[in-house]
């Protein structure tokens, strides 16, 4: 398919969202050029331009995967670097999660959106704002045409209201070898400022204790007996709530430094640990490279783009420390979160590991587990997911259930008990309320 029609044609309908991209790139030999993208996204209408004008472009799909190809007429030069700007016409598919809409891309390198639909929450873009009753969501990097030639990022737009779920976390418990329980205990949803949480009514026998890095403990006292078999359930109220606009404006190096003169408690989250070699010399050499950034946010994309496109995701099953991945070049989301904390670390940007669920309708029991970031700024902690590509921000599907200052994974339960091993197996299931 060819199509020819101009931005200003390509009408938008109530559910249709216009993705705006850029891409650079140097042209090897001269002459005309024929340059195709591989398009996660199902694009309804393309359209192409550069600095001479309109190109021609055509849609198609070879094994299953979109592509749209782009011819480029003019005479280009050898050696020298081209812009070309696409505007794609879609209209999406909206996924229910609890109450909200998500419109999701996976990895790709989104530049501005255009959407009839008001979002609630738009991350990895830098700013926002209203145009002809239309919004658009424009990401930094935009006129940054060196930092697109890499596809690097993915960008998650929601539409809707606040998620609120129950939590329900089940623990069977075989005493049947002859030990008794003394006290049994887990981890579960904090509090935060986008994530409230609360016990459900008439848990009595629950009591909240904390672990060294001020994560809450659920405490269950004497439950259960030698010969007992019982199953205990320990439930809570979780409302995640619409995150504030992400913008780029985190405040400088030079005040984060100030914040953290007059602060200890910030400044704990510098140090290395188990797997956080601030000290390695492979990371001092990578933070090294941007010794100069004046910003938090330039400092923190570039430290986050490094580990976006360094790492490759695999299943490790075993958390590896950053000083590993960074030579093995693969991870699962721990690895993501723990060079990226490291970096951080490294760079006088306290950091931390968050870990928590990943909402899915087709997950409701034993969902997802999950790690990202969160990092200091003069606004506060902020969040961000390498894993996902997500460099400001979180979704409404993250739910948050312990930070690592000290780099120590939080144990799902743990035990005091007399005799033989108790026997313990556990479930976690969630419902919309």
């Known amino acids: 398919m060819v199509d020819y029609r101009t931005e200003s044609e390509l009408t938008i309908g109530k559910s249709d969202i216009m993705v705006k991209q850029r891409y650079a790139f140097r042209i090897v030999t001269s002459g005309s050029q024929l340059f195709t993208i591989e398009q996660p996204i199902p694009v309804r209408v393309a359209k192409a331009r550069d600095k001479f004008g309109s190109l021609t472009t055509k849609l198609f799909t070879k094994?299953?995967?979109?592509?749209?190809?782009?011819?480029?007429p003019s005479k280009l030069r050898a050696g020298s670097v081209h812009a070309v700007e696409m505007s794609l016409l879609i209209h999406p598919e909206l996924e229910e999660i609890g109450g909200l809409q998500i419109l999701s891309w996976g990895s790709l390198n989104l530049i501005r959106i255009r959407s009839s639909l008001k979002p609630f929450q738009v991350l990895g873009f830098a700013k926002s704002f209203k145009r002809n009753n239309y919004w658009v969501f424009e990401d930094s990097l935009a006129t940054d045409i060196s930092a697109n030639i890499a596809r690097f990022r993915s960008?998650?737009?929601?539409?809707?209201?606040n998620l609120r779920i129950k939590l329900t976390f089940r623990m069977f418990l075989d005493c049947s070898a002859g030990g008794?329980?003394?006290?049994?205990s887990t981890f579960g949803p904090t509090a935060s400022k986008r994530q409230q949480t609360q016990l459900l009514p008439g848990q009595d026998n629950v009591r909240i204790d904390y672990d060294m890095n001020r994560n809450p403990r659920y405490v269950v006292d004497a439950p259960a007996q030698s010969g007992d078999r019982t199953t205990i359930?320990?439930?809570w109220f979780v409302t995640v709530n619409p995150g504030p606009e992400i913008t780029k404006r985190l405040g400088s190096m030079q005040a984060l430094r100030l914040l953290l003169r007059d602060n200890q408690k910030y400044r704990s989250y510098l140090s290395g640990g188990k797997y956080w070699q601030v000290d390695h010399p492979d990371i001092k050499r990578i933070v090294g490279k941007n010794a100069n950034a004046r910003s938090i946010f330039d400092q923190h994309r570039f430290l986050f783009e490094f580990v976006n496109r360094h790492l490759k995701y695999t299943i490790t099953n075993n958390r590896q420390d950053a000083a590993t991945a960074l030579i093995s070049k693969v991870g699962d989301c721990s690895e993501f979160a723990d060079l990226l904390v490291t970096l951080h670390r490294a760079a006088g940007i306290p950091s931390r590991v968050v870990e928590g669920i990943i909402i899915e309708n087709d997950k409701e029991t034993n969902p997802e587990g999950h790690a990202w970031v969160e990092f200091l700024t003069t606004k506060g902690w902020m969040p961000a997911d390498p894993t996902w590509g997500i460099t400001l921000g979180i979704t409404g599907q993250h739910v948050e259930f312990a930070h690592q200052k000290e780099g120590l994974e939080s144990q799902i339960f743990s035990m005091e008990f007399v005799g033989p091993q108790p026997e313990v197996n556990y479930e976690l299931s969630w419902e919309e309320v």
């Open 180 to 184: 008794t329980i003394q006290s049994i």
């Open 233 to 235: 359930s320990i439930g």
């Open 155 to 161: 960008s998650r737009v929601e539409f809707g209201s």
């Open 63 to 72: 094994n299953g995967i979109g592509y749209i190809q782009i011819k480029i």
